[in-house]
């Protein structure tokens, strides 16, 4: 399992409140509202403003209801669907988001494409979980406080992701609905005995979204950090296996 880094160690989670982040952080909203990203738009900065903007696929995965399209569309700012339809193919979403790397303070893009895919679709079409597999830098394993069997079904949706042949994914874990405490079947104990054995970050969501960041800052900012914080280490491991090959 690989390490996951302590909250706040490589980013700086509280960025999207300084004064110097408005520059950047201004350029993914209009009129105080999140843009809509398309697949070949981005965020223009002023040249003289030199900022890297670095790719990344993230898969998001879990049962039929427990609210894929909604967590996609809350990370975007979009507008949250009020019913459920099955997704019936591979939907994508495209999310910006600026991050201030702690140690150095280079400011970084991340361009966060999110590829939700419809649980009967995926069953039924044998070609959709390895186009969503291919490439794949993190997995979103989503259950439902509302619903036991999802959480009871997560060791089965990771236990397919930890495969030699998937390579190296950030893996993290997202409990859905989490404002509906009254209708709650899942328990924070529950949670904290999952977290235990599996040594996954667990985020959480529900409730209406805000137009501002505050609401969706934790989460961008946990999965960037685990992104990079992956991309370190298999660029260090990478340089490792070069000295080895030039030594030998």
């Known amino acids: 399992m690989a390490q996951v880094p302590p909250p706040g160690s490589v980013v700086v989670t509280d960025w999207h409140r300084c004064k110097d982040s408005k520059e950047y952080f201004s350029k993914i909203l209009h009129k105080k509202r999140r843009k809509n990203f398309g697949l ?57 988001w600026p991050v201030k790397l702690r140690e150095s303070g280079r400011v970084l893009f991340f361009r966060l494409q999110l590829w939700d895919c419809g649980e009967i679709a995926l069953r039924r079409f044998d070609h ?75 985020l959480r969501t529900g409730g209406e979204v805000s137009d501002g960041l505050g609401d969706v800052a934790p989460f961008l900012n946990c999965l960037a950090e685990n992104l990079w914080h992956q991309d370190c280490l298999t660029a260090r491991s990478a340089g490792l296996q070069q000295d080895t090959v030039t030594v030998l």
């Open 40 to 96: 070949l738009e981005s965020p223009v900065m002023p040249p003289s403003v030199a900022v890297d903007t670095v790719h990344y696929k993230i898969f998001i995965s879990g049962k039929s209801g427990v609210g894929k399209t909604a967590l996609a569309a809350r990370l975007a700012g979009l507008n949250i669907p009020n019913m459920h339809h099955e997704t019936t193919g591979i939907e994508t979403t495209v999310v910006y």
């Open 128 to 202: 959709l979980l390895p186009s969503c597999k291919e490439q794949v830098d993190a997995v979103l394993f989503l259950f439902s406080f509302t619903d036991r069997t999802s959480f009871d079904d997560l060791s089965n949706q990771i236990s397919k992701w930890t495969e030699s042949s998937v390579g190296r994914v950030v893996k993290v874990v997202v409990g859905t609905k989490f404002d509906l405490f009254m209708h709650c079947d899942v328990s924070e104990r529950d949670v904290r005995d999952f977290q235990e054995t599996w040594s996954l970050p667990v």
